[in-house]
């Protein structure tokens, strides 16, 4: 089975909490603090593996947790951070933000990676809060949160070469007589229902990747049969093989059928150099109307090349050709990010919903804030209400007439508000 676009779901390690501990040595009965920082978090690393080429693996495991940090511990030892949870996918991997469909990389080069979710920092112990005028501060830490996102991972194979056509054309065929793939063939429409991938090893020193991309059809460029499952595999070829059936009434219809949809799904795929061939030449009626057919062509400054999949006729010097368009063309710098629009976000941001369960806090960093307080230690607790009149929330929920004892939720924590 081939998988080529997947949902998954990572979350990124939470960070360590840091601790309140009071230094105790004999003879030193202050010793002052000491508590330890928490470990990061582990972070959400995909990393591309040259040898896959399917994304198969997440079809049956969707969700992915990296490791939290440890704690922090006391005499000032520092939590140990998670490890990365690396996940290996095929070049040609676009991942994609579900919920916002941002664009967040496009992962094509050999071992190249891409930090998806960022593990949480540790929180900071006690022994970071201590001043000339609290000399042992009861406050820490906990961890930040890690991060947690529904990623679209789609797959474009990355190949020198596209075998395009009408299904039944024999593109897999040629595939399978050009290199070591064995694609199913059969004498039935979308035989080829998954791309297929082959190396054709031309000599000693050249070879080039080729993909037999399942048959288009008109309407293709608009989701009609196969459709956008498969045309965006095309959009990673240098070059094309416009593969043409000899036994179809008008072959020469069917070129400009399968150019439209191309040139309709995406301007760059219209303008791809392209190698025509008529195939099965090894039938009589296909050998006999080819002089016809190579003079229409030869009208519209096309070469046709005359092959036969099942006899090999003309295979290698069609491999040749191909491989030297390839020579002819200029390496073109893949794109790693393609352009993406977002607003700036100020991360002090809040938004305030009065409900009947009470007032409701939402934000990114006071959400944050809140995550990463101990509510149960004092110092902690007012530590976090200097944050919110900091930042403004004090004052708006004053202003939007909040009232002694009413409830305000801000994350998962529900709080009382005092004046």
């Given at each position: 089975m081939f998988i080529d676009s997947v949902l998954i779901y990572v979350s990124s390690g939470k960070g360590g909490d840091g601790m309140v501990h009071m230094h105790r040595e004999k003879y030193r009965p202050r010793g002052g603090p000491d508590g330890g920082d928490g470990g990061r978090g582990g972070d959400v690393i995909l990393k591309v593996n040259?040898?896959?080429?399917?994304?198969?693996?997440?079809h049956y495991n969707q969700k992915f947790l990296a490791k939290p940090g440890k704690n922090g511990?006391?005499?000032n030892r520092t939590g140990r951070s998670a490890p990365d949870l690396v996940l290996e996918v095929p070049p040609g991997t676009i991942?994609?933000?579900d919920?916002?469909?941002?664009?967040?990389?496009?992962?094509?080069?050999?071992?190249?990676t891409l930090v998806v979710a960022k593990g949480g920092r540790g929180g900071r112990g006690n022994q970071h809060f201590a001043t000339s005028r609290n000399q042992m501060p009861l406050t820490a830490e906990r961890g930040e949160p890690g991060e947690e996102f529904v990623?679209?991972?789609?797959?474009?194979?990355?190949?020198?070469?596209?075998?395009?056509?009408?299904?039944n054309a024999?593109?897999?065929?040629?595939?399978?007589?050009?290199?070591?793939?064995?694609?199913?063939?059969?004498?039935y429409p979308f035989t080829t229902l998954e791309p297929n991938l082959g190396v054709v090893q031309l000599d000693l020193d050249n070879s080039m990747v080729m993909a037999d991309i399942p048959g288009l059809i008109e309407g293709a460029s608009e989701g009609i049969g196969l459709g956008f499952d498969f045309l965006r595999h095309v959009q990673r070829t240098r070059i094309l093989i416009h593969v043409l059936d000899g036994m179809n009434e008008d072959p020469?219809?069917?070129f400009e059928t399968i150019n439209s949809e191309l040139d309709m799904f995406d301007e760059r795929l219209g303008n791809l150099p392209q190698i025509v061939v008529l195939n099965k030449m090894d039938l009589p009626m296909v050998a006999e109307k080819?002089?016809?057919?190579?003079?229409?062509?030869?009208?519209?400054?096309?070469?046709?090349?005359?092959?036969?999949?099942?006899?090999?006729?003309?295979?290698?010097?069609?491999?040749?050709?191909?491989?030297?368009?390839?020579?002819?063309?200029?390496?073109?710098?893949?794109?790693?990010?393609?352009?993406?629009?977002?607003?700036?976000?100020?991360p002090n941001a809040f938004e305030i919903e009065q409900t009947e369960e009470g007032w409701f806090v939402s934000g990114k960093r006071i959400e944050r804030a809140a995550a990463m307080t101990f509510f149960d230690q004092p110092g902690s607790v007012r530590r976090f209400q200097r944050f919110m009149a900091g930042i403004g929330v004090d004052k708006a929920l004053r202003k939007a007439g909040i009232q002694e004892g009413e409830s305000v939720f801000i994350g998962d924590w529900e709080l009382t508000w005092q004046d």
């Amino acid at each position: 089975m081939f998988i080529d676009s997947v949902l998954i779901y990572v979350s990124s390690g939470k960070g360590g909490d840091g601790m309140v501990h009071m230094h105790r040595e004999k003879y030193r009965p202050r010793g002052g603090p000491d508590g330890g920082d928490g470990g990061r978090g582990g972070d959400v690393i995909l990393k591309v593996n040259p040898t896959l080429n399917t994304l198969n693996r997440f079809h049956y495991n969707q969700k992915f947790l990296a490791k939290p940090g440890k704690n922090g511990g006391p005499s000032n030892r520092t939590g140990r951070s998670a490890p990365d949870l690396v996940l290996e996918v095929p070049p040609g991997t676009i991942v994609y933000n579900d919920e916002t469909t941002d664009l967040v990389g496009d992962l094509t080069d050999g071992d190249q990676t891409l930090v998806v979710a960022k593990g949480g920092r540790g929180g900071r112990g006690n022994q970071h809060f201590a001043t000339s005028r609290n000399q042992m501060p009861l406050t820490a830490e906990r961890g930040e949160p890690g991060e947690e996102f529904v990623l679209r991972l789609e797959l474009k194979l990355i190949a020198d070469v596209g075998l395009v056509g009408l299904p039944n054309a024999g593109k897999s065929s040629i595939l399978a007589a050009t290199t070591r793939a064995t694609p199913k063939i059969a004498e039935y429409p979308f035989t080829t229902l998954e791309p297929n991938l082959g190396v054709v090893q031309l000599d000693l020193d050249n070879s080039m990747v080729m993909a037999d991309i399942p048959g288009l059809i008109e309407g293709a460029s608009e989701g009609i049969g196969l459709g956008f499952d498969f045309l965006r595999h095309v959009q990673r070829t240098r070059i094309l093989i416009h593969v043409l059936d000899g036994m179809n009434e008008d072959p020469y219809a069917d070129f400009e059928t399968i150019n439209s949809e191309l040139d309709m799904f995406d301007e760059r795929l219209g303008n791809l150099p392209q190698i025509v061939v008529l195939n099965k030449m090894d039938l009589p009626m296909v050998a006999e109307k080819f002089p016809r057919l190579n003079q229409r062509f030869a009208e519209e400054g096309i070469e046709l090349l005359p092959v036969s999949a099942v006899s090999h006729m003309n295979l290698k010097e069609l491999m040749w050709r191909a491989w030297q368009r390839l020579q002819e063309l200029p390496i073109e710098p893949v794109e790693t990010a393609l352009p993406v629009y977002r607003a700036d976000v100020d991360p002090n941001a809040f938004e305030i919903e009065q409900t009947e369960e009470g007032w409701f806090v939402s934000g990114k960093r006071i959400e944050r804030a809140a995550a990463m307080t101990f509510f149960d230690q004092p110092g902690s607790v007012r530590r976090f209400q200097r944050f919110m009149a900091g930042i403004g929330v004090d004052k708006a929920l004053r202003k939007a007439g909040i009232q002694e004892g009413e409830s305000v939720f801000i994350g998962d924590w529900e709080l009382t508000w005092q004046d």
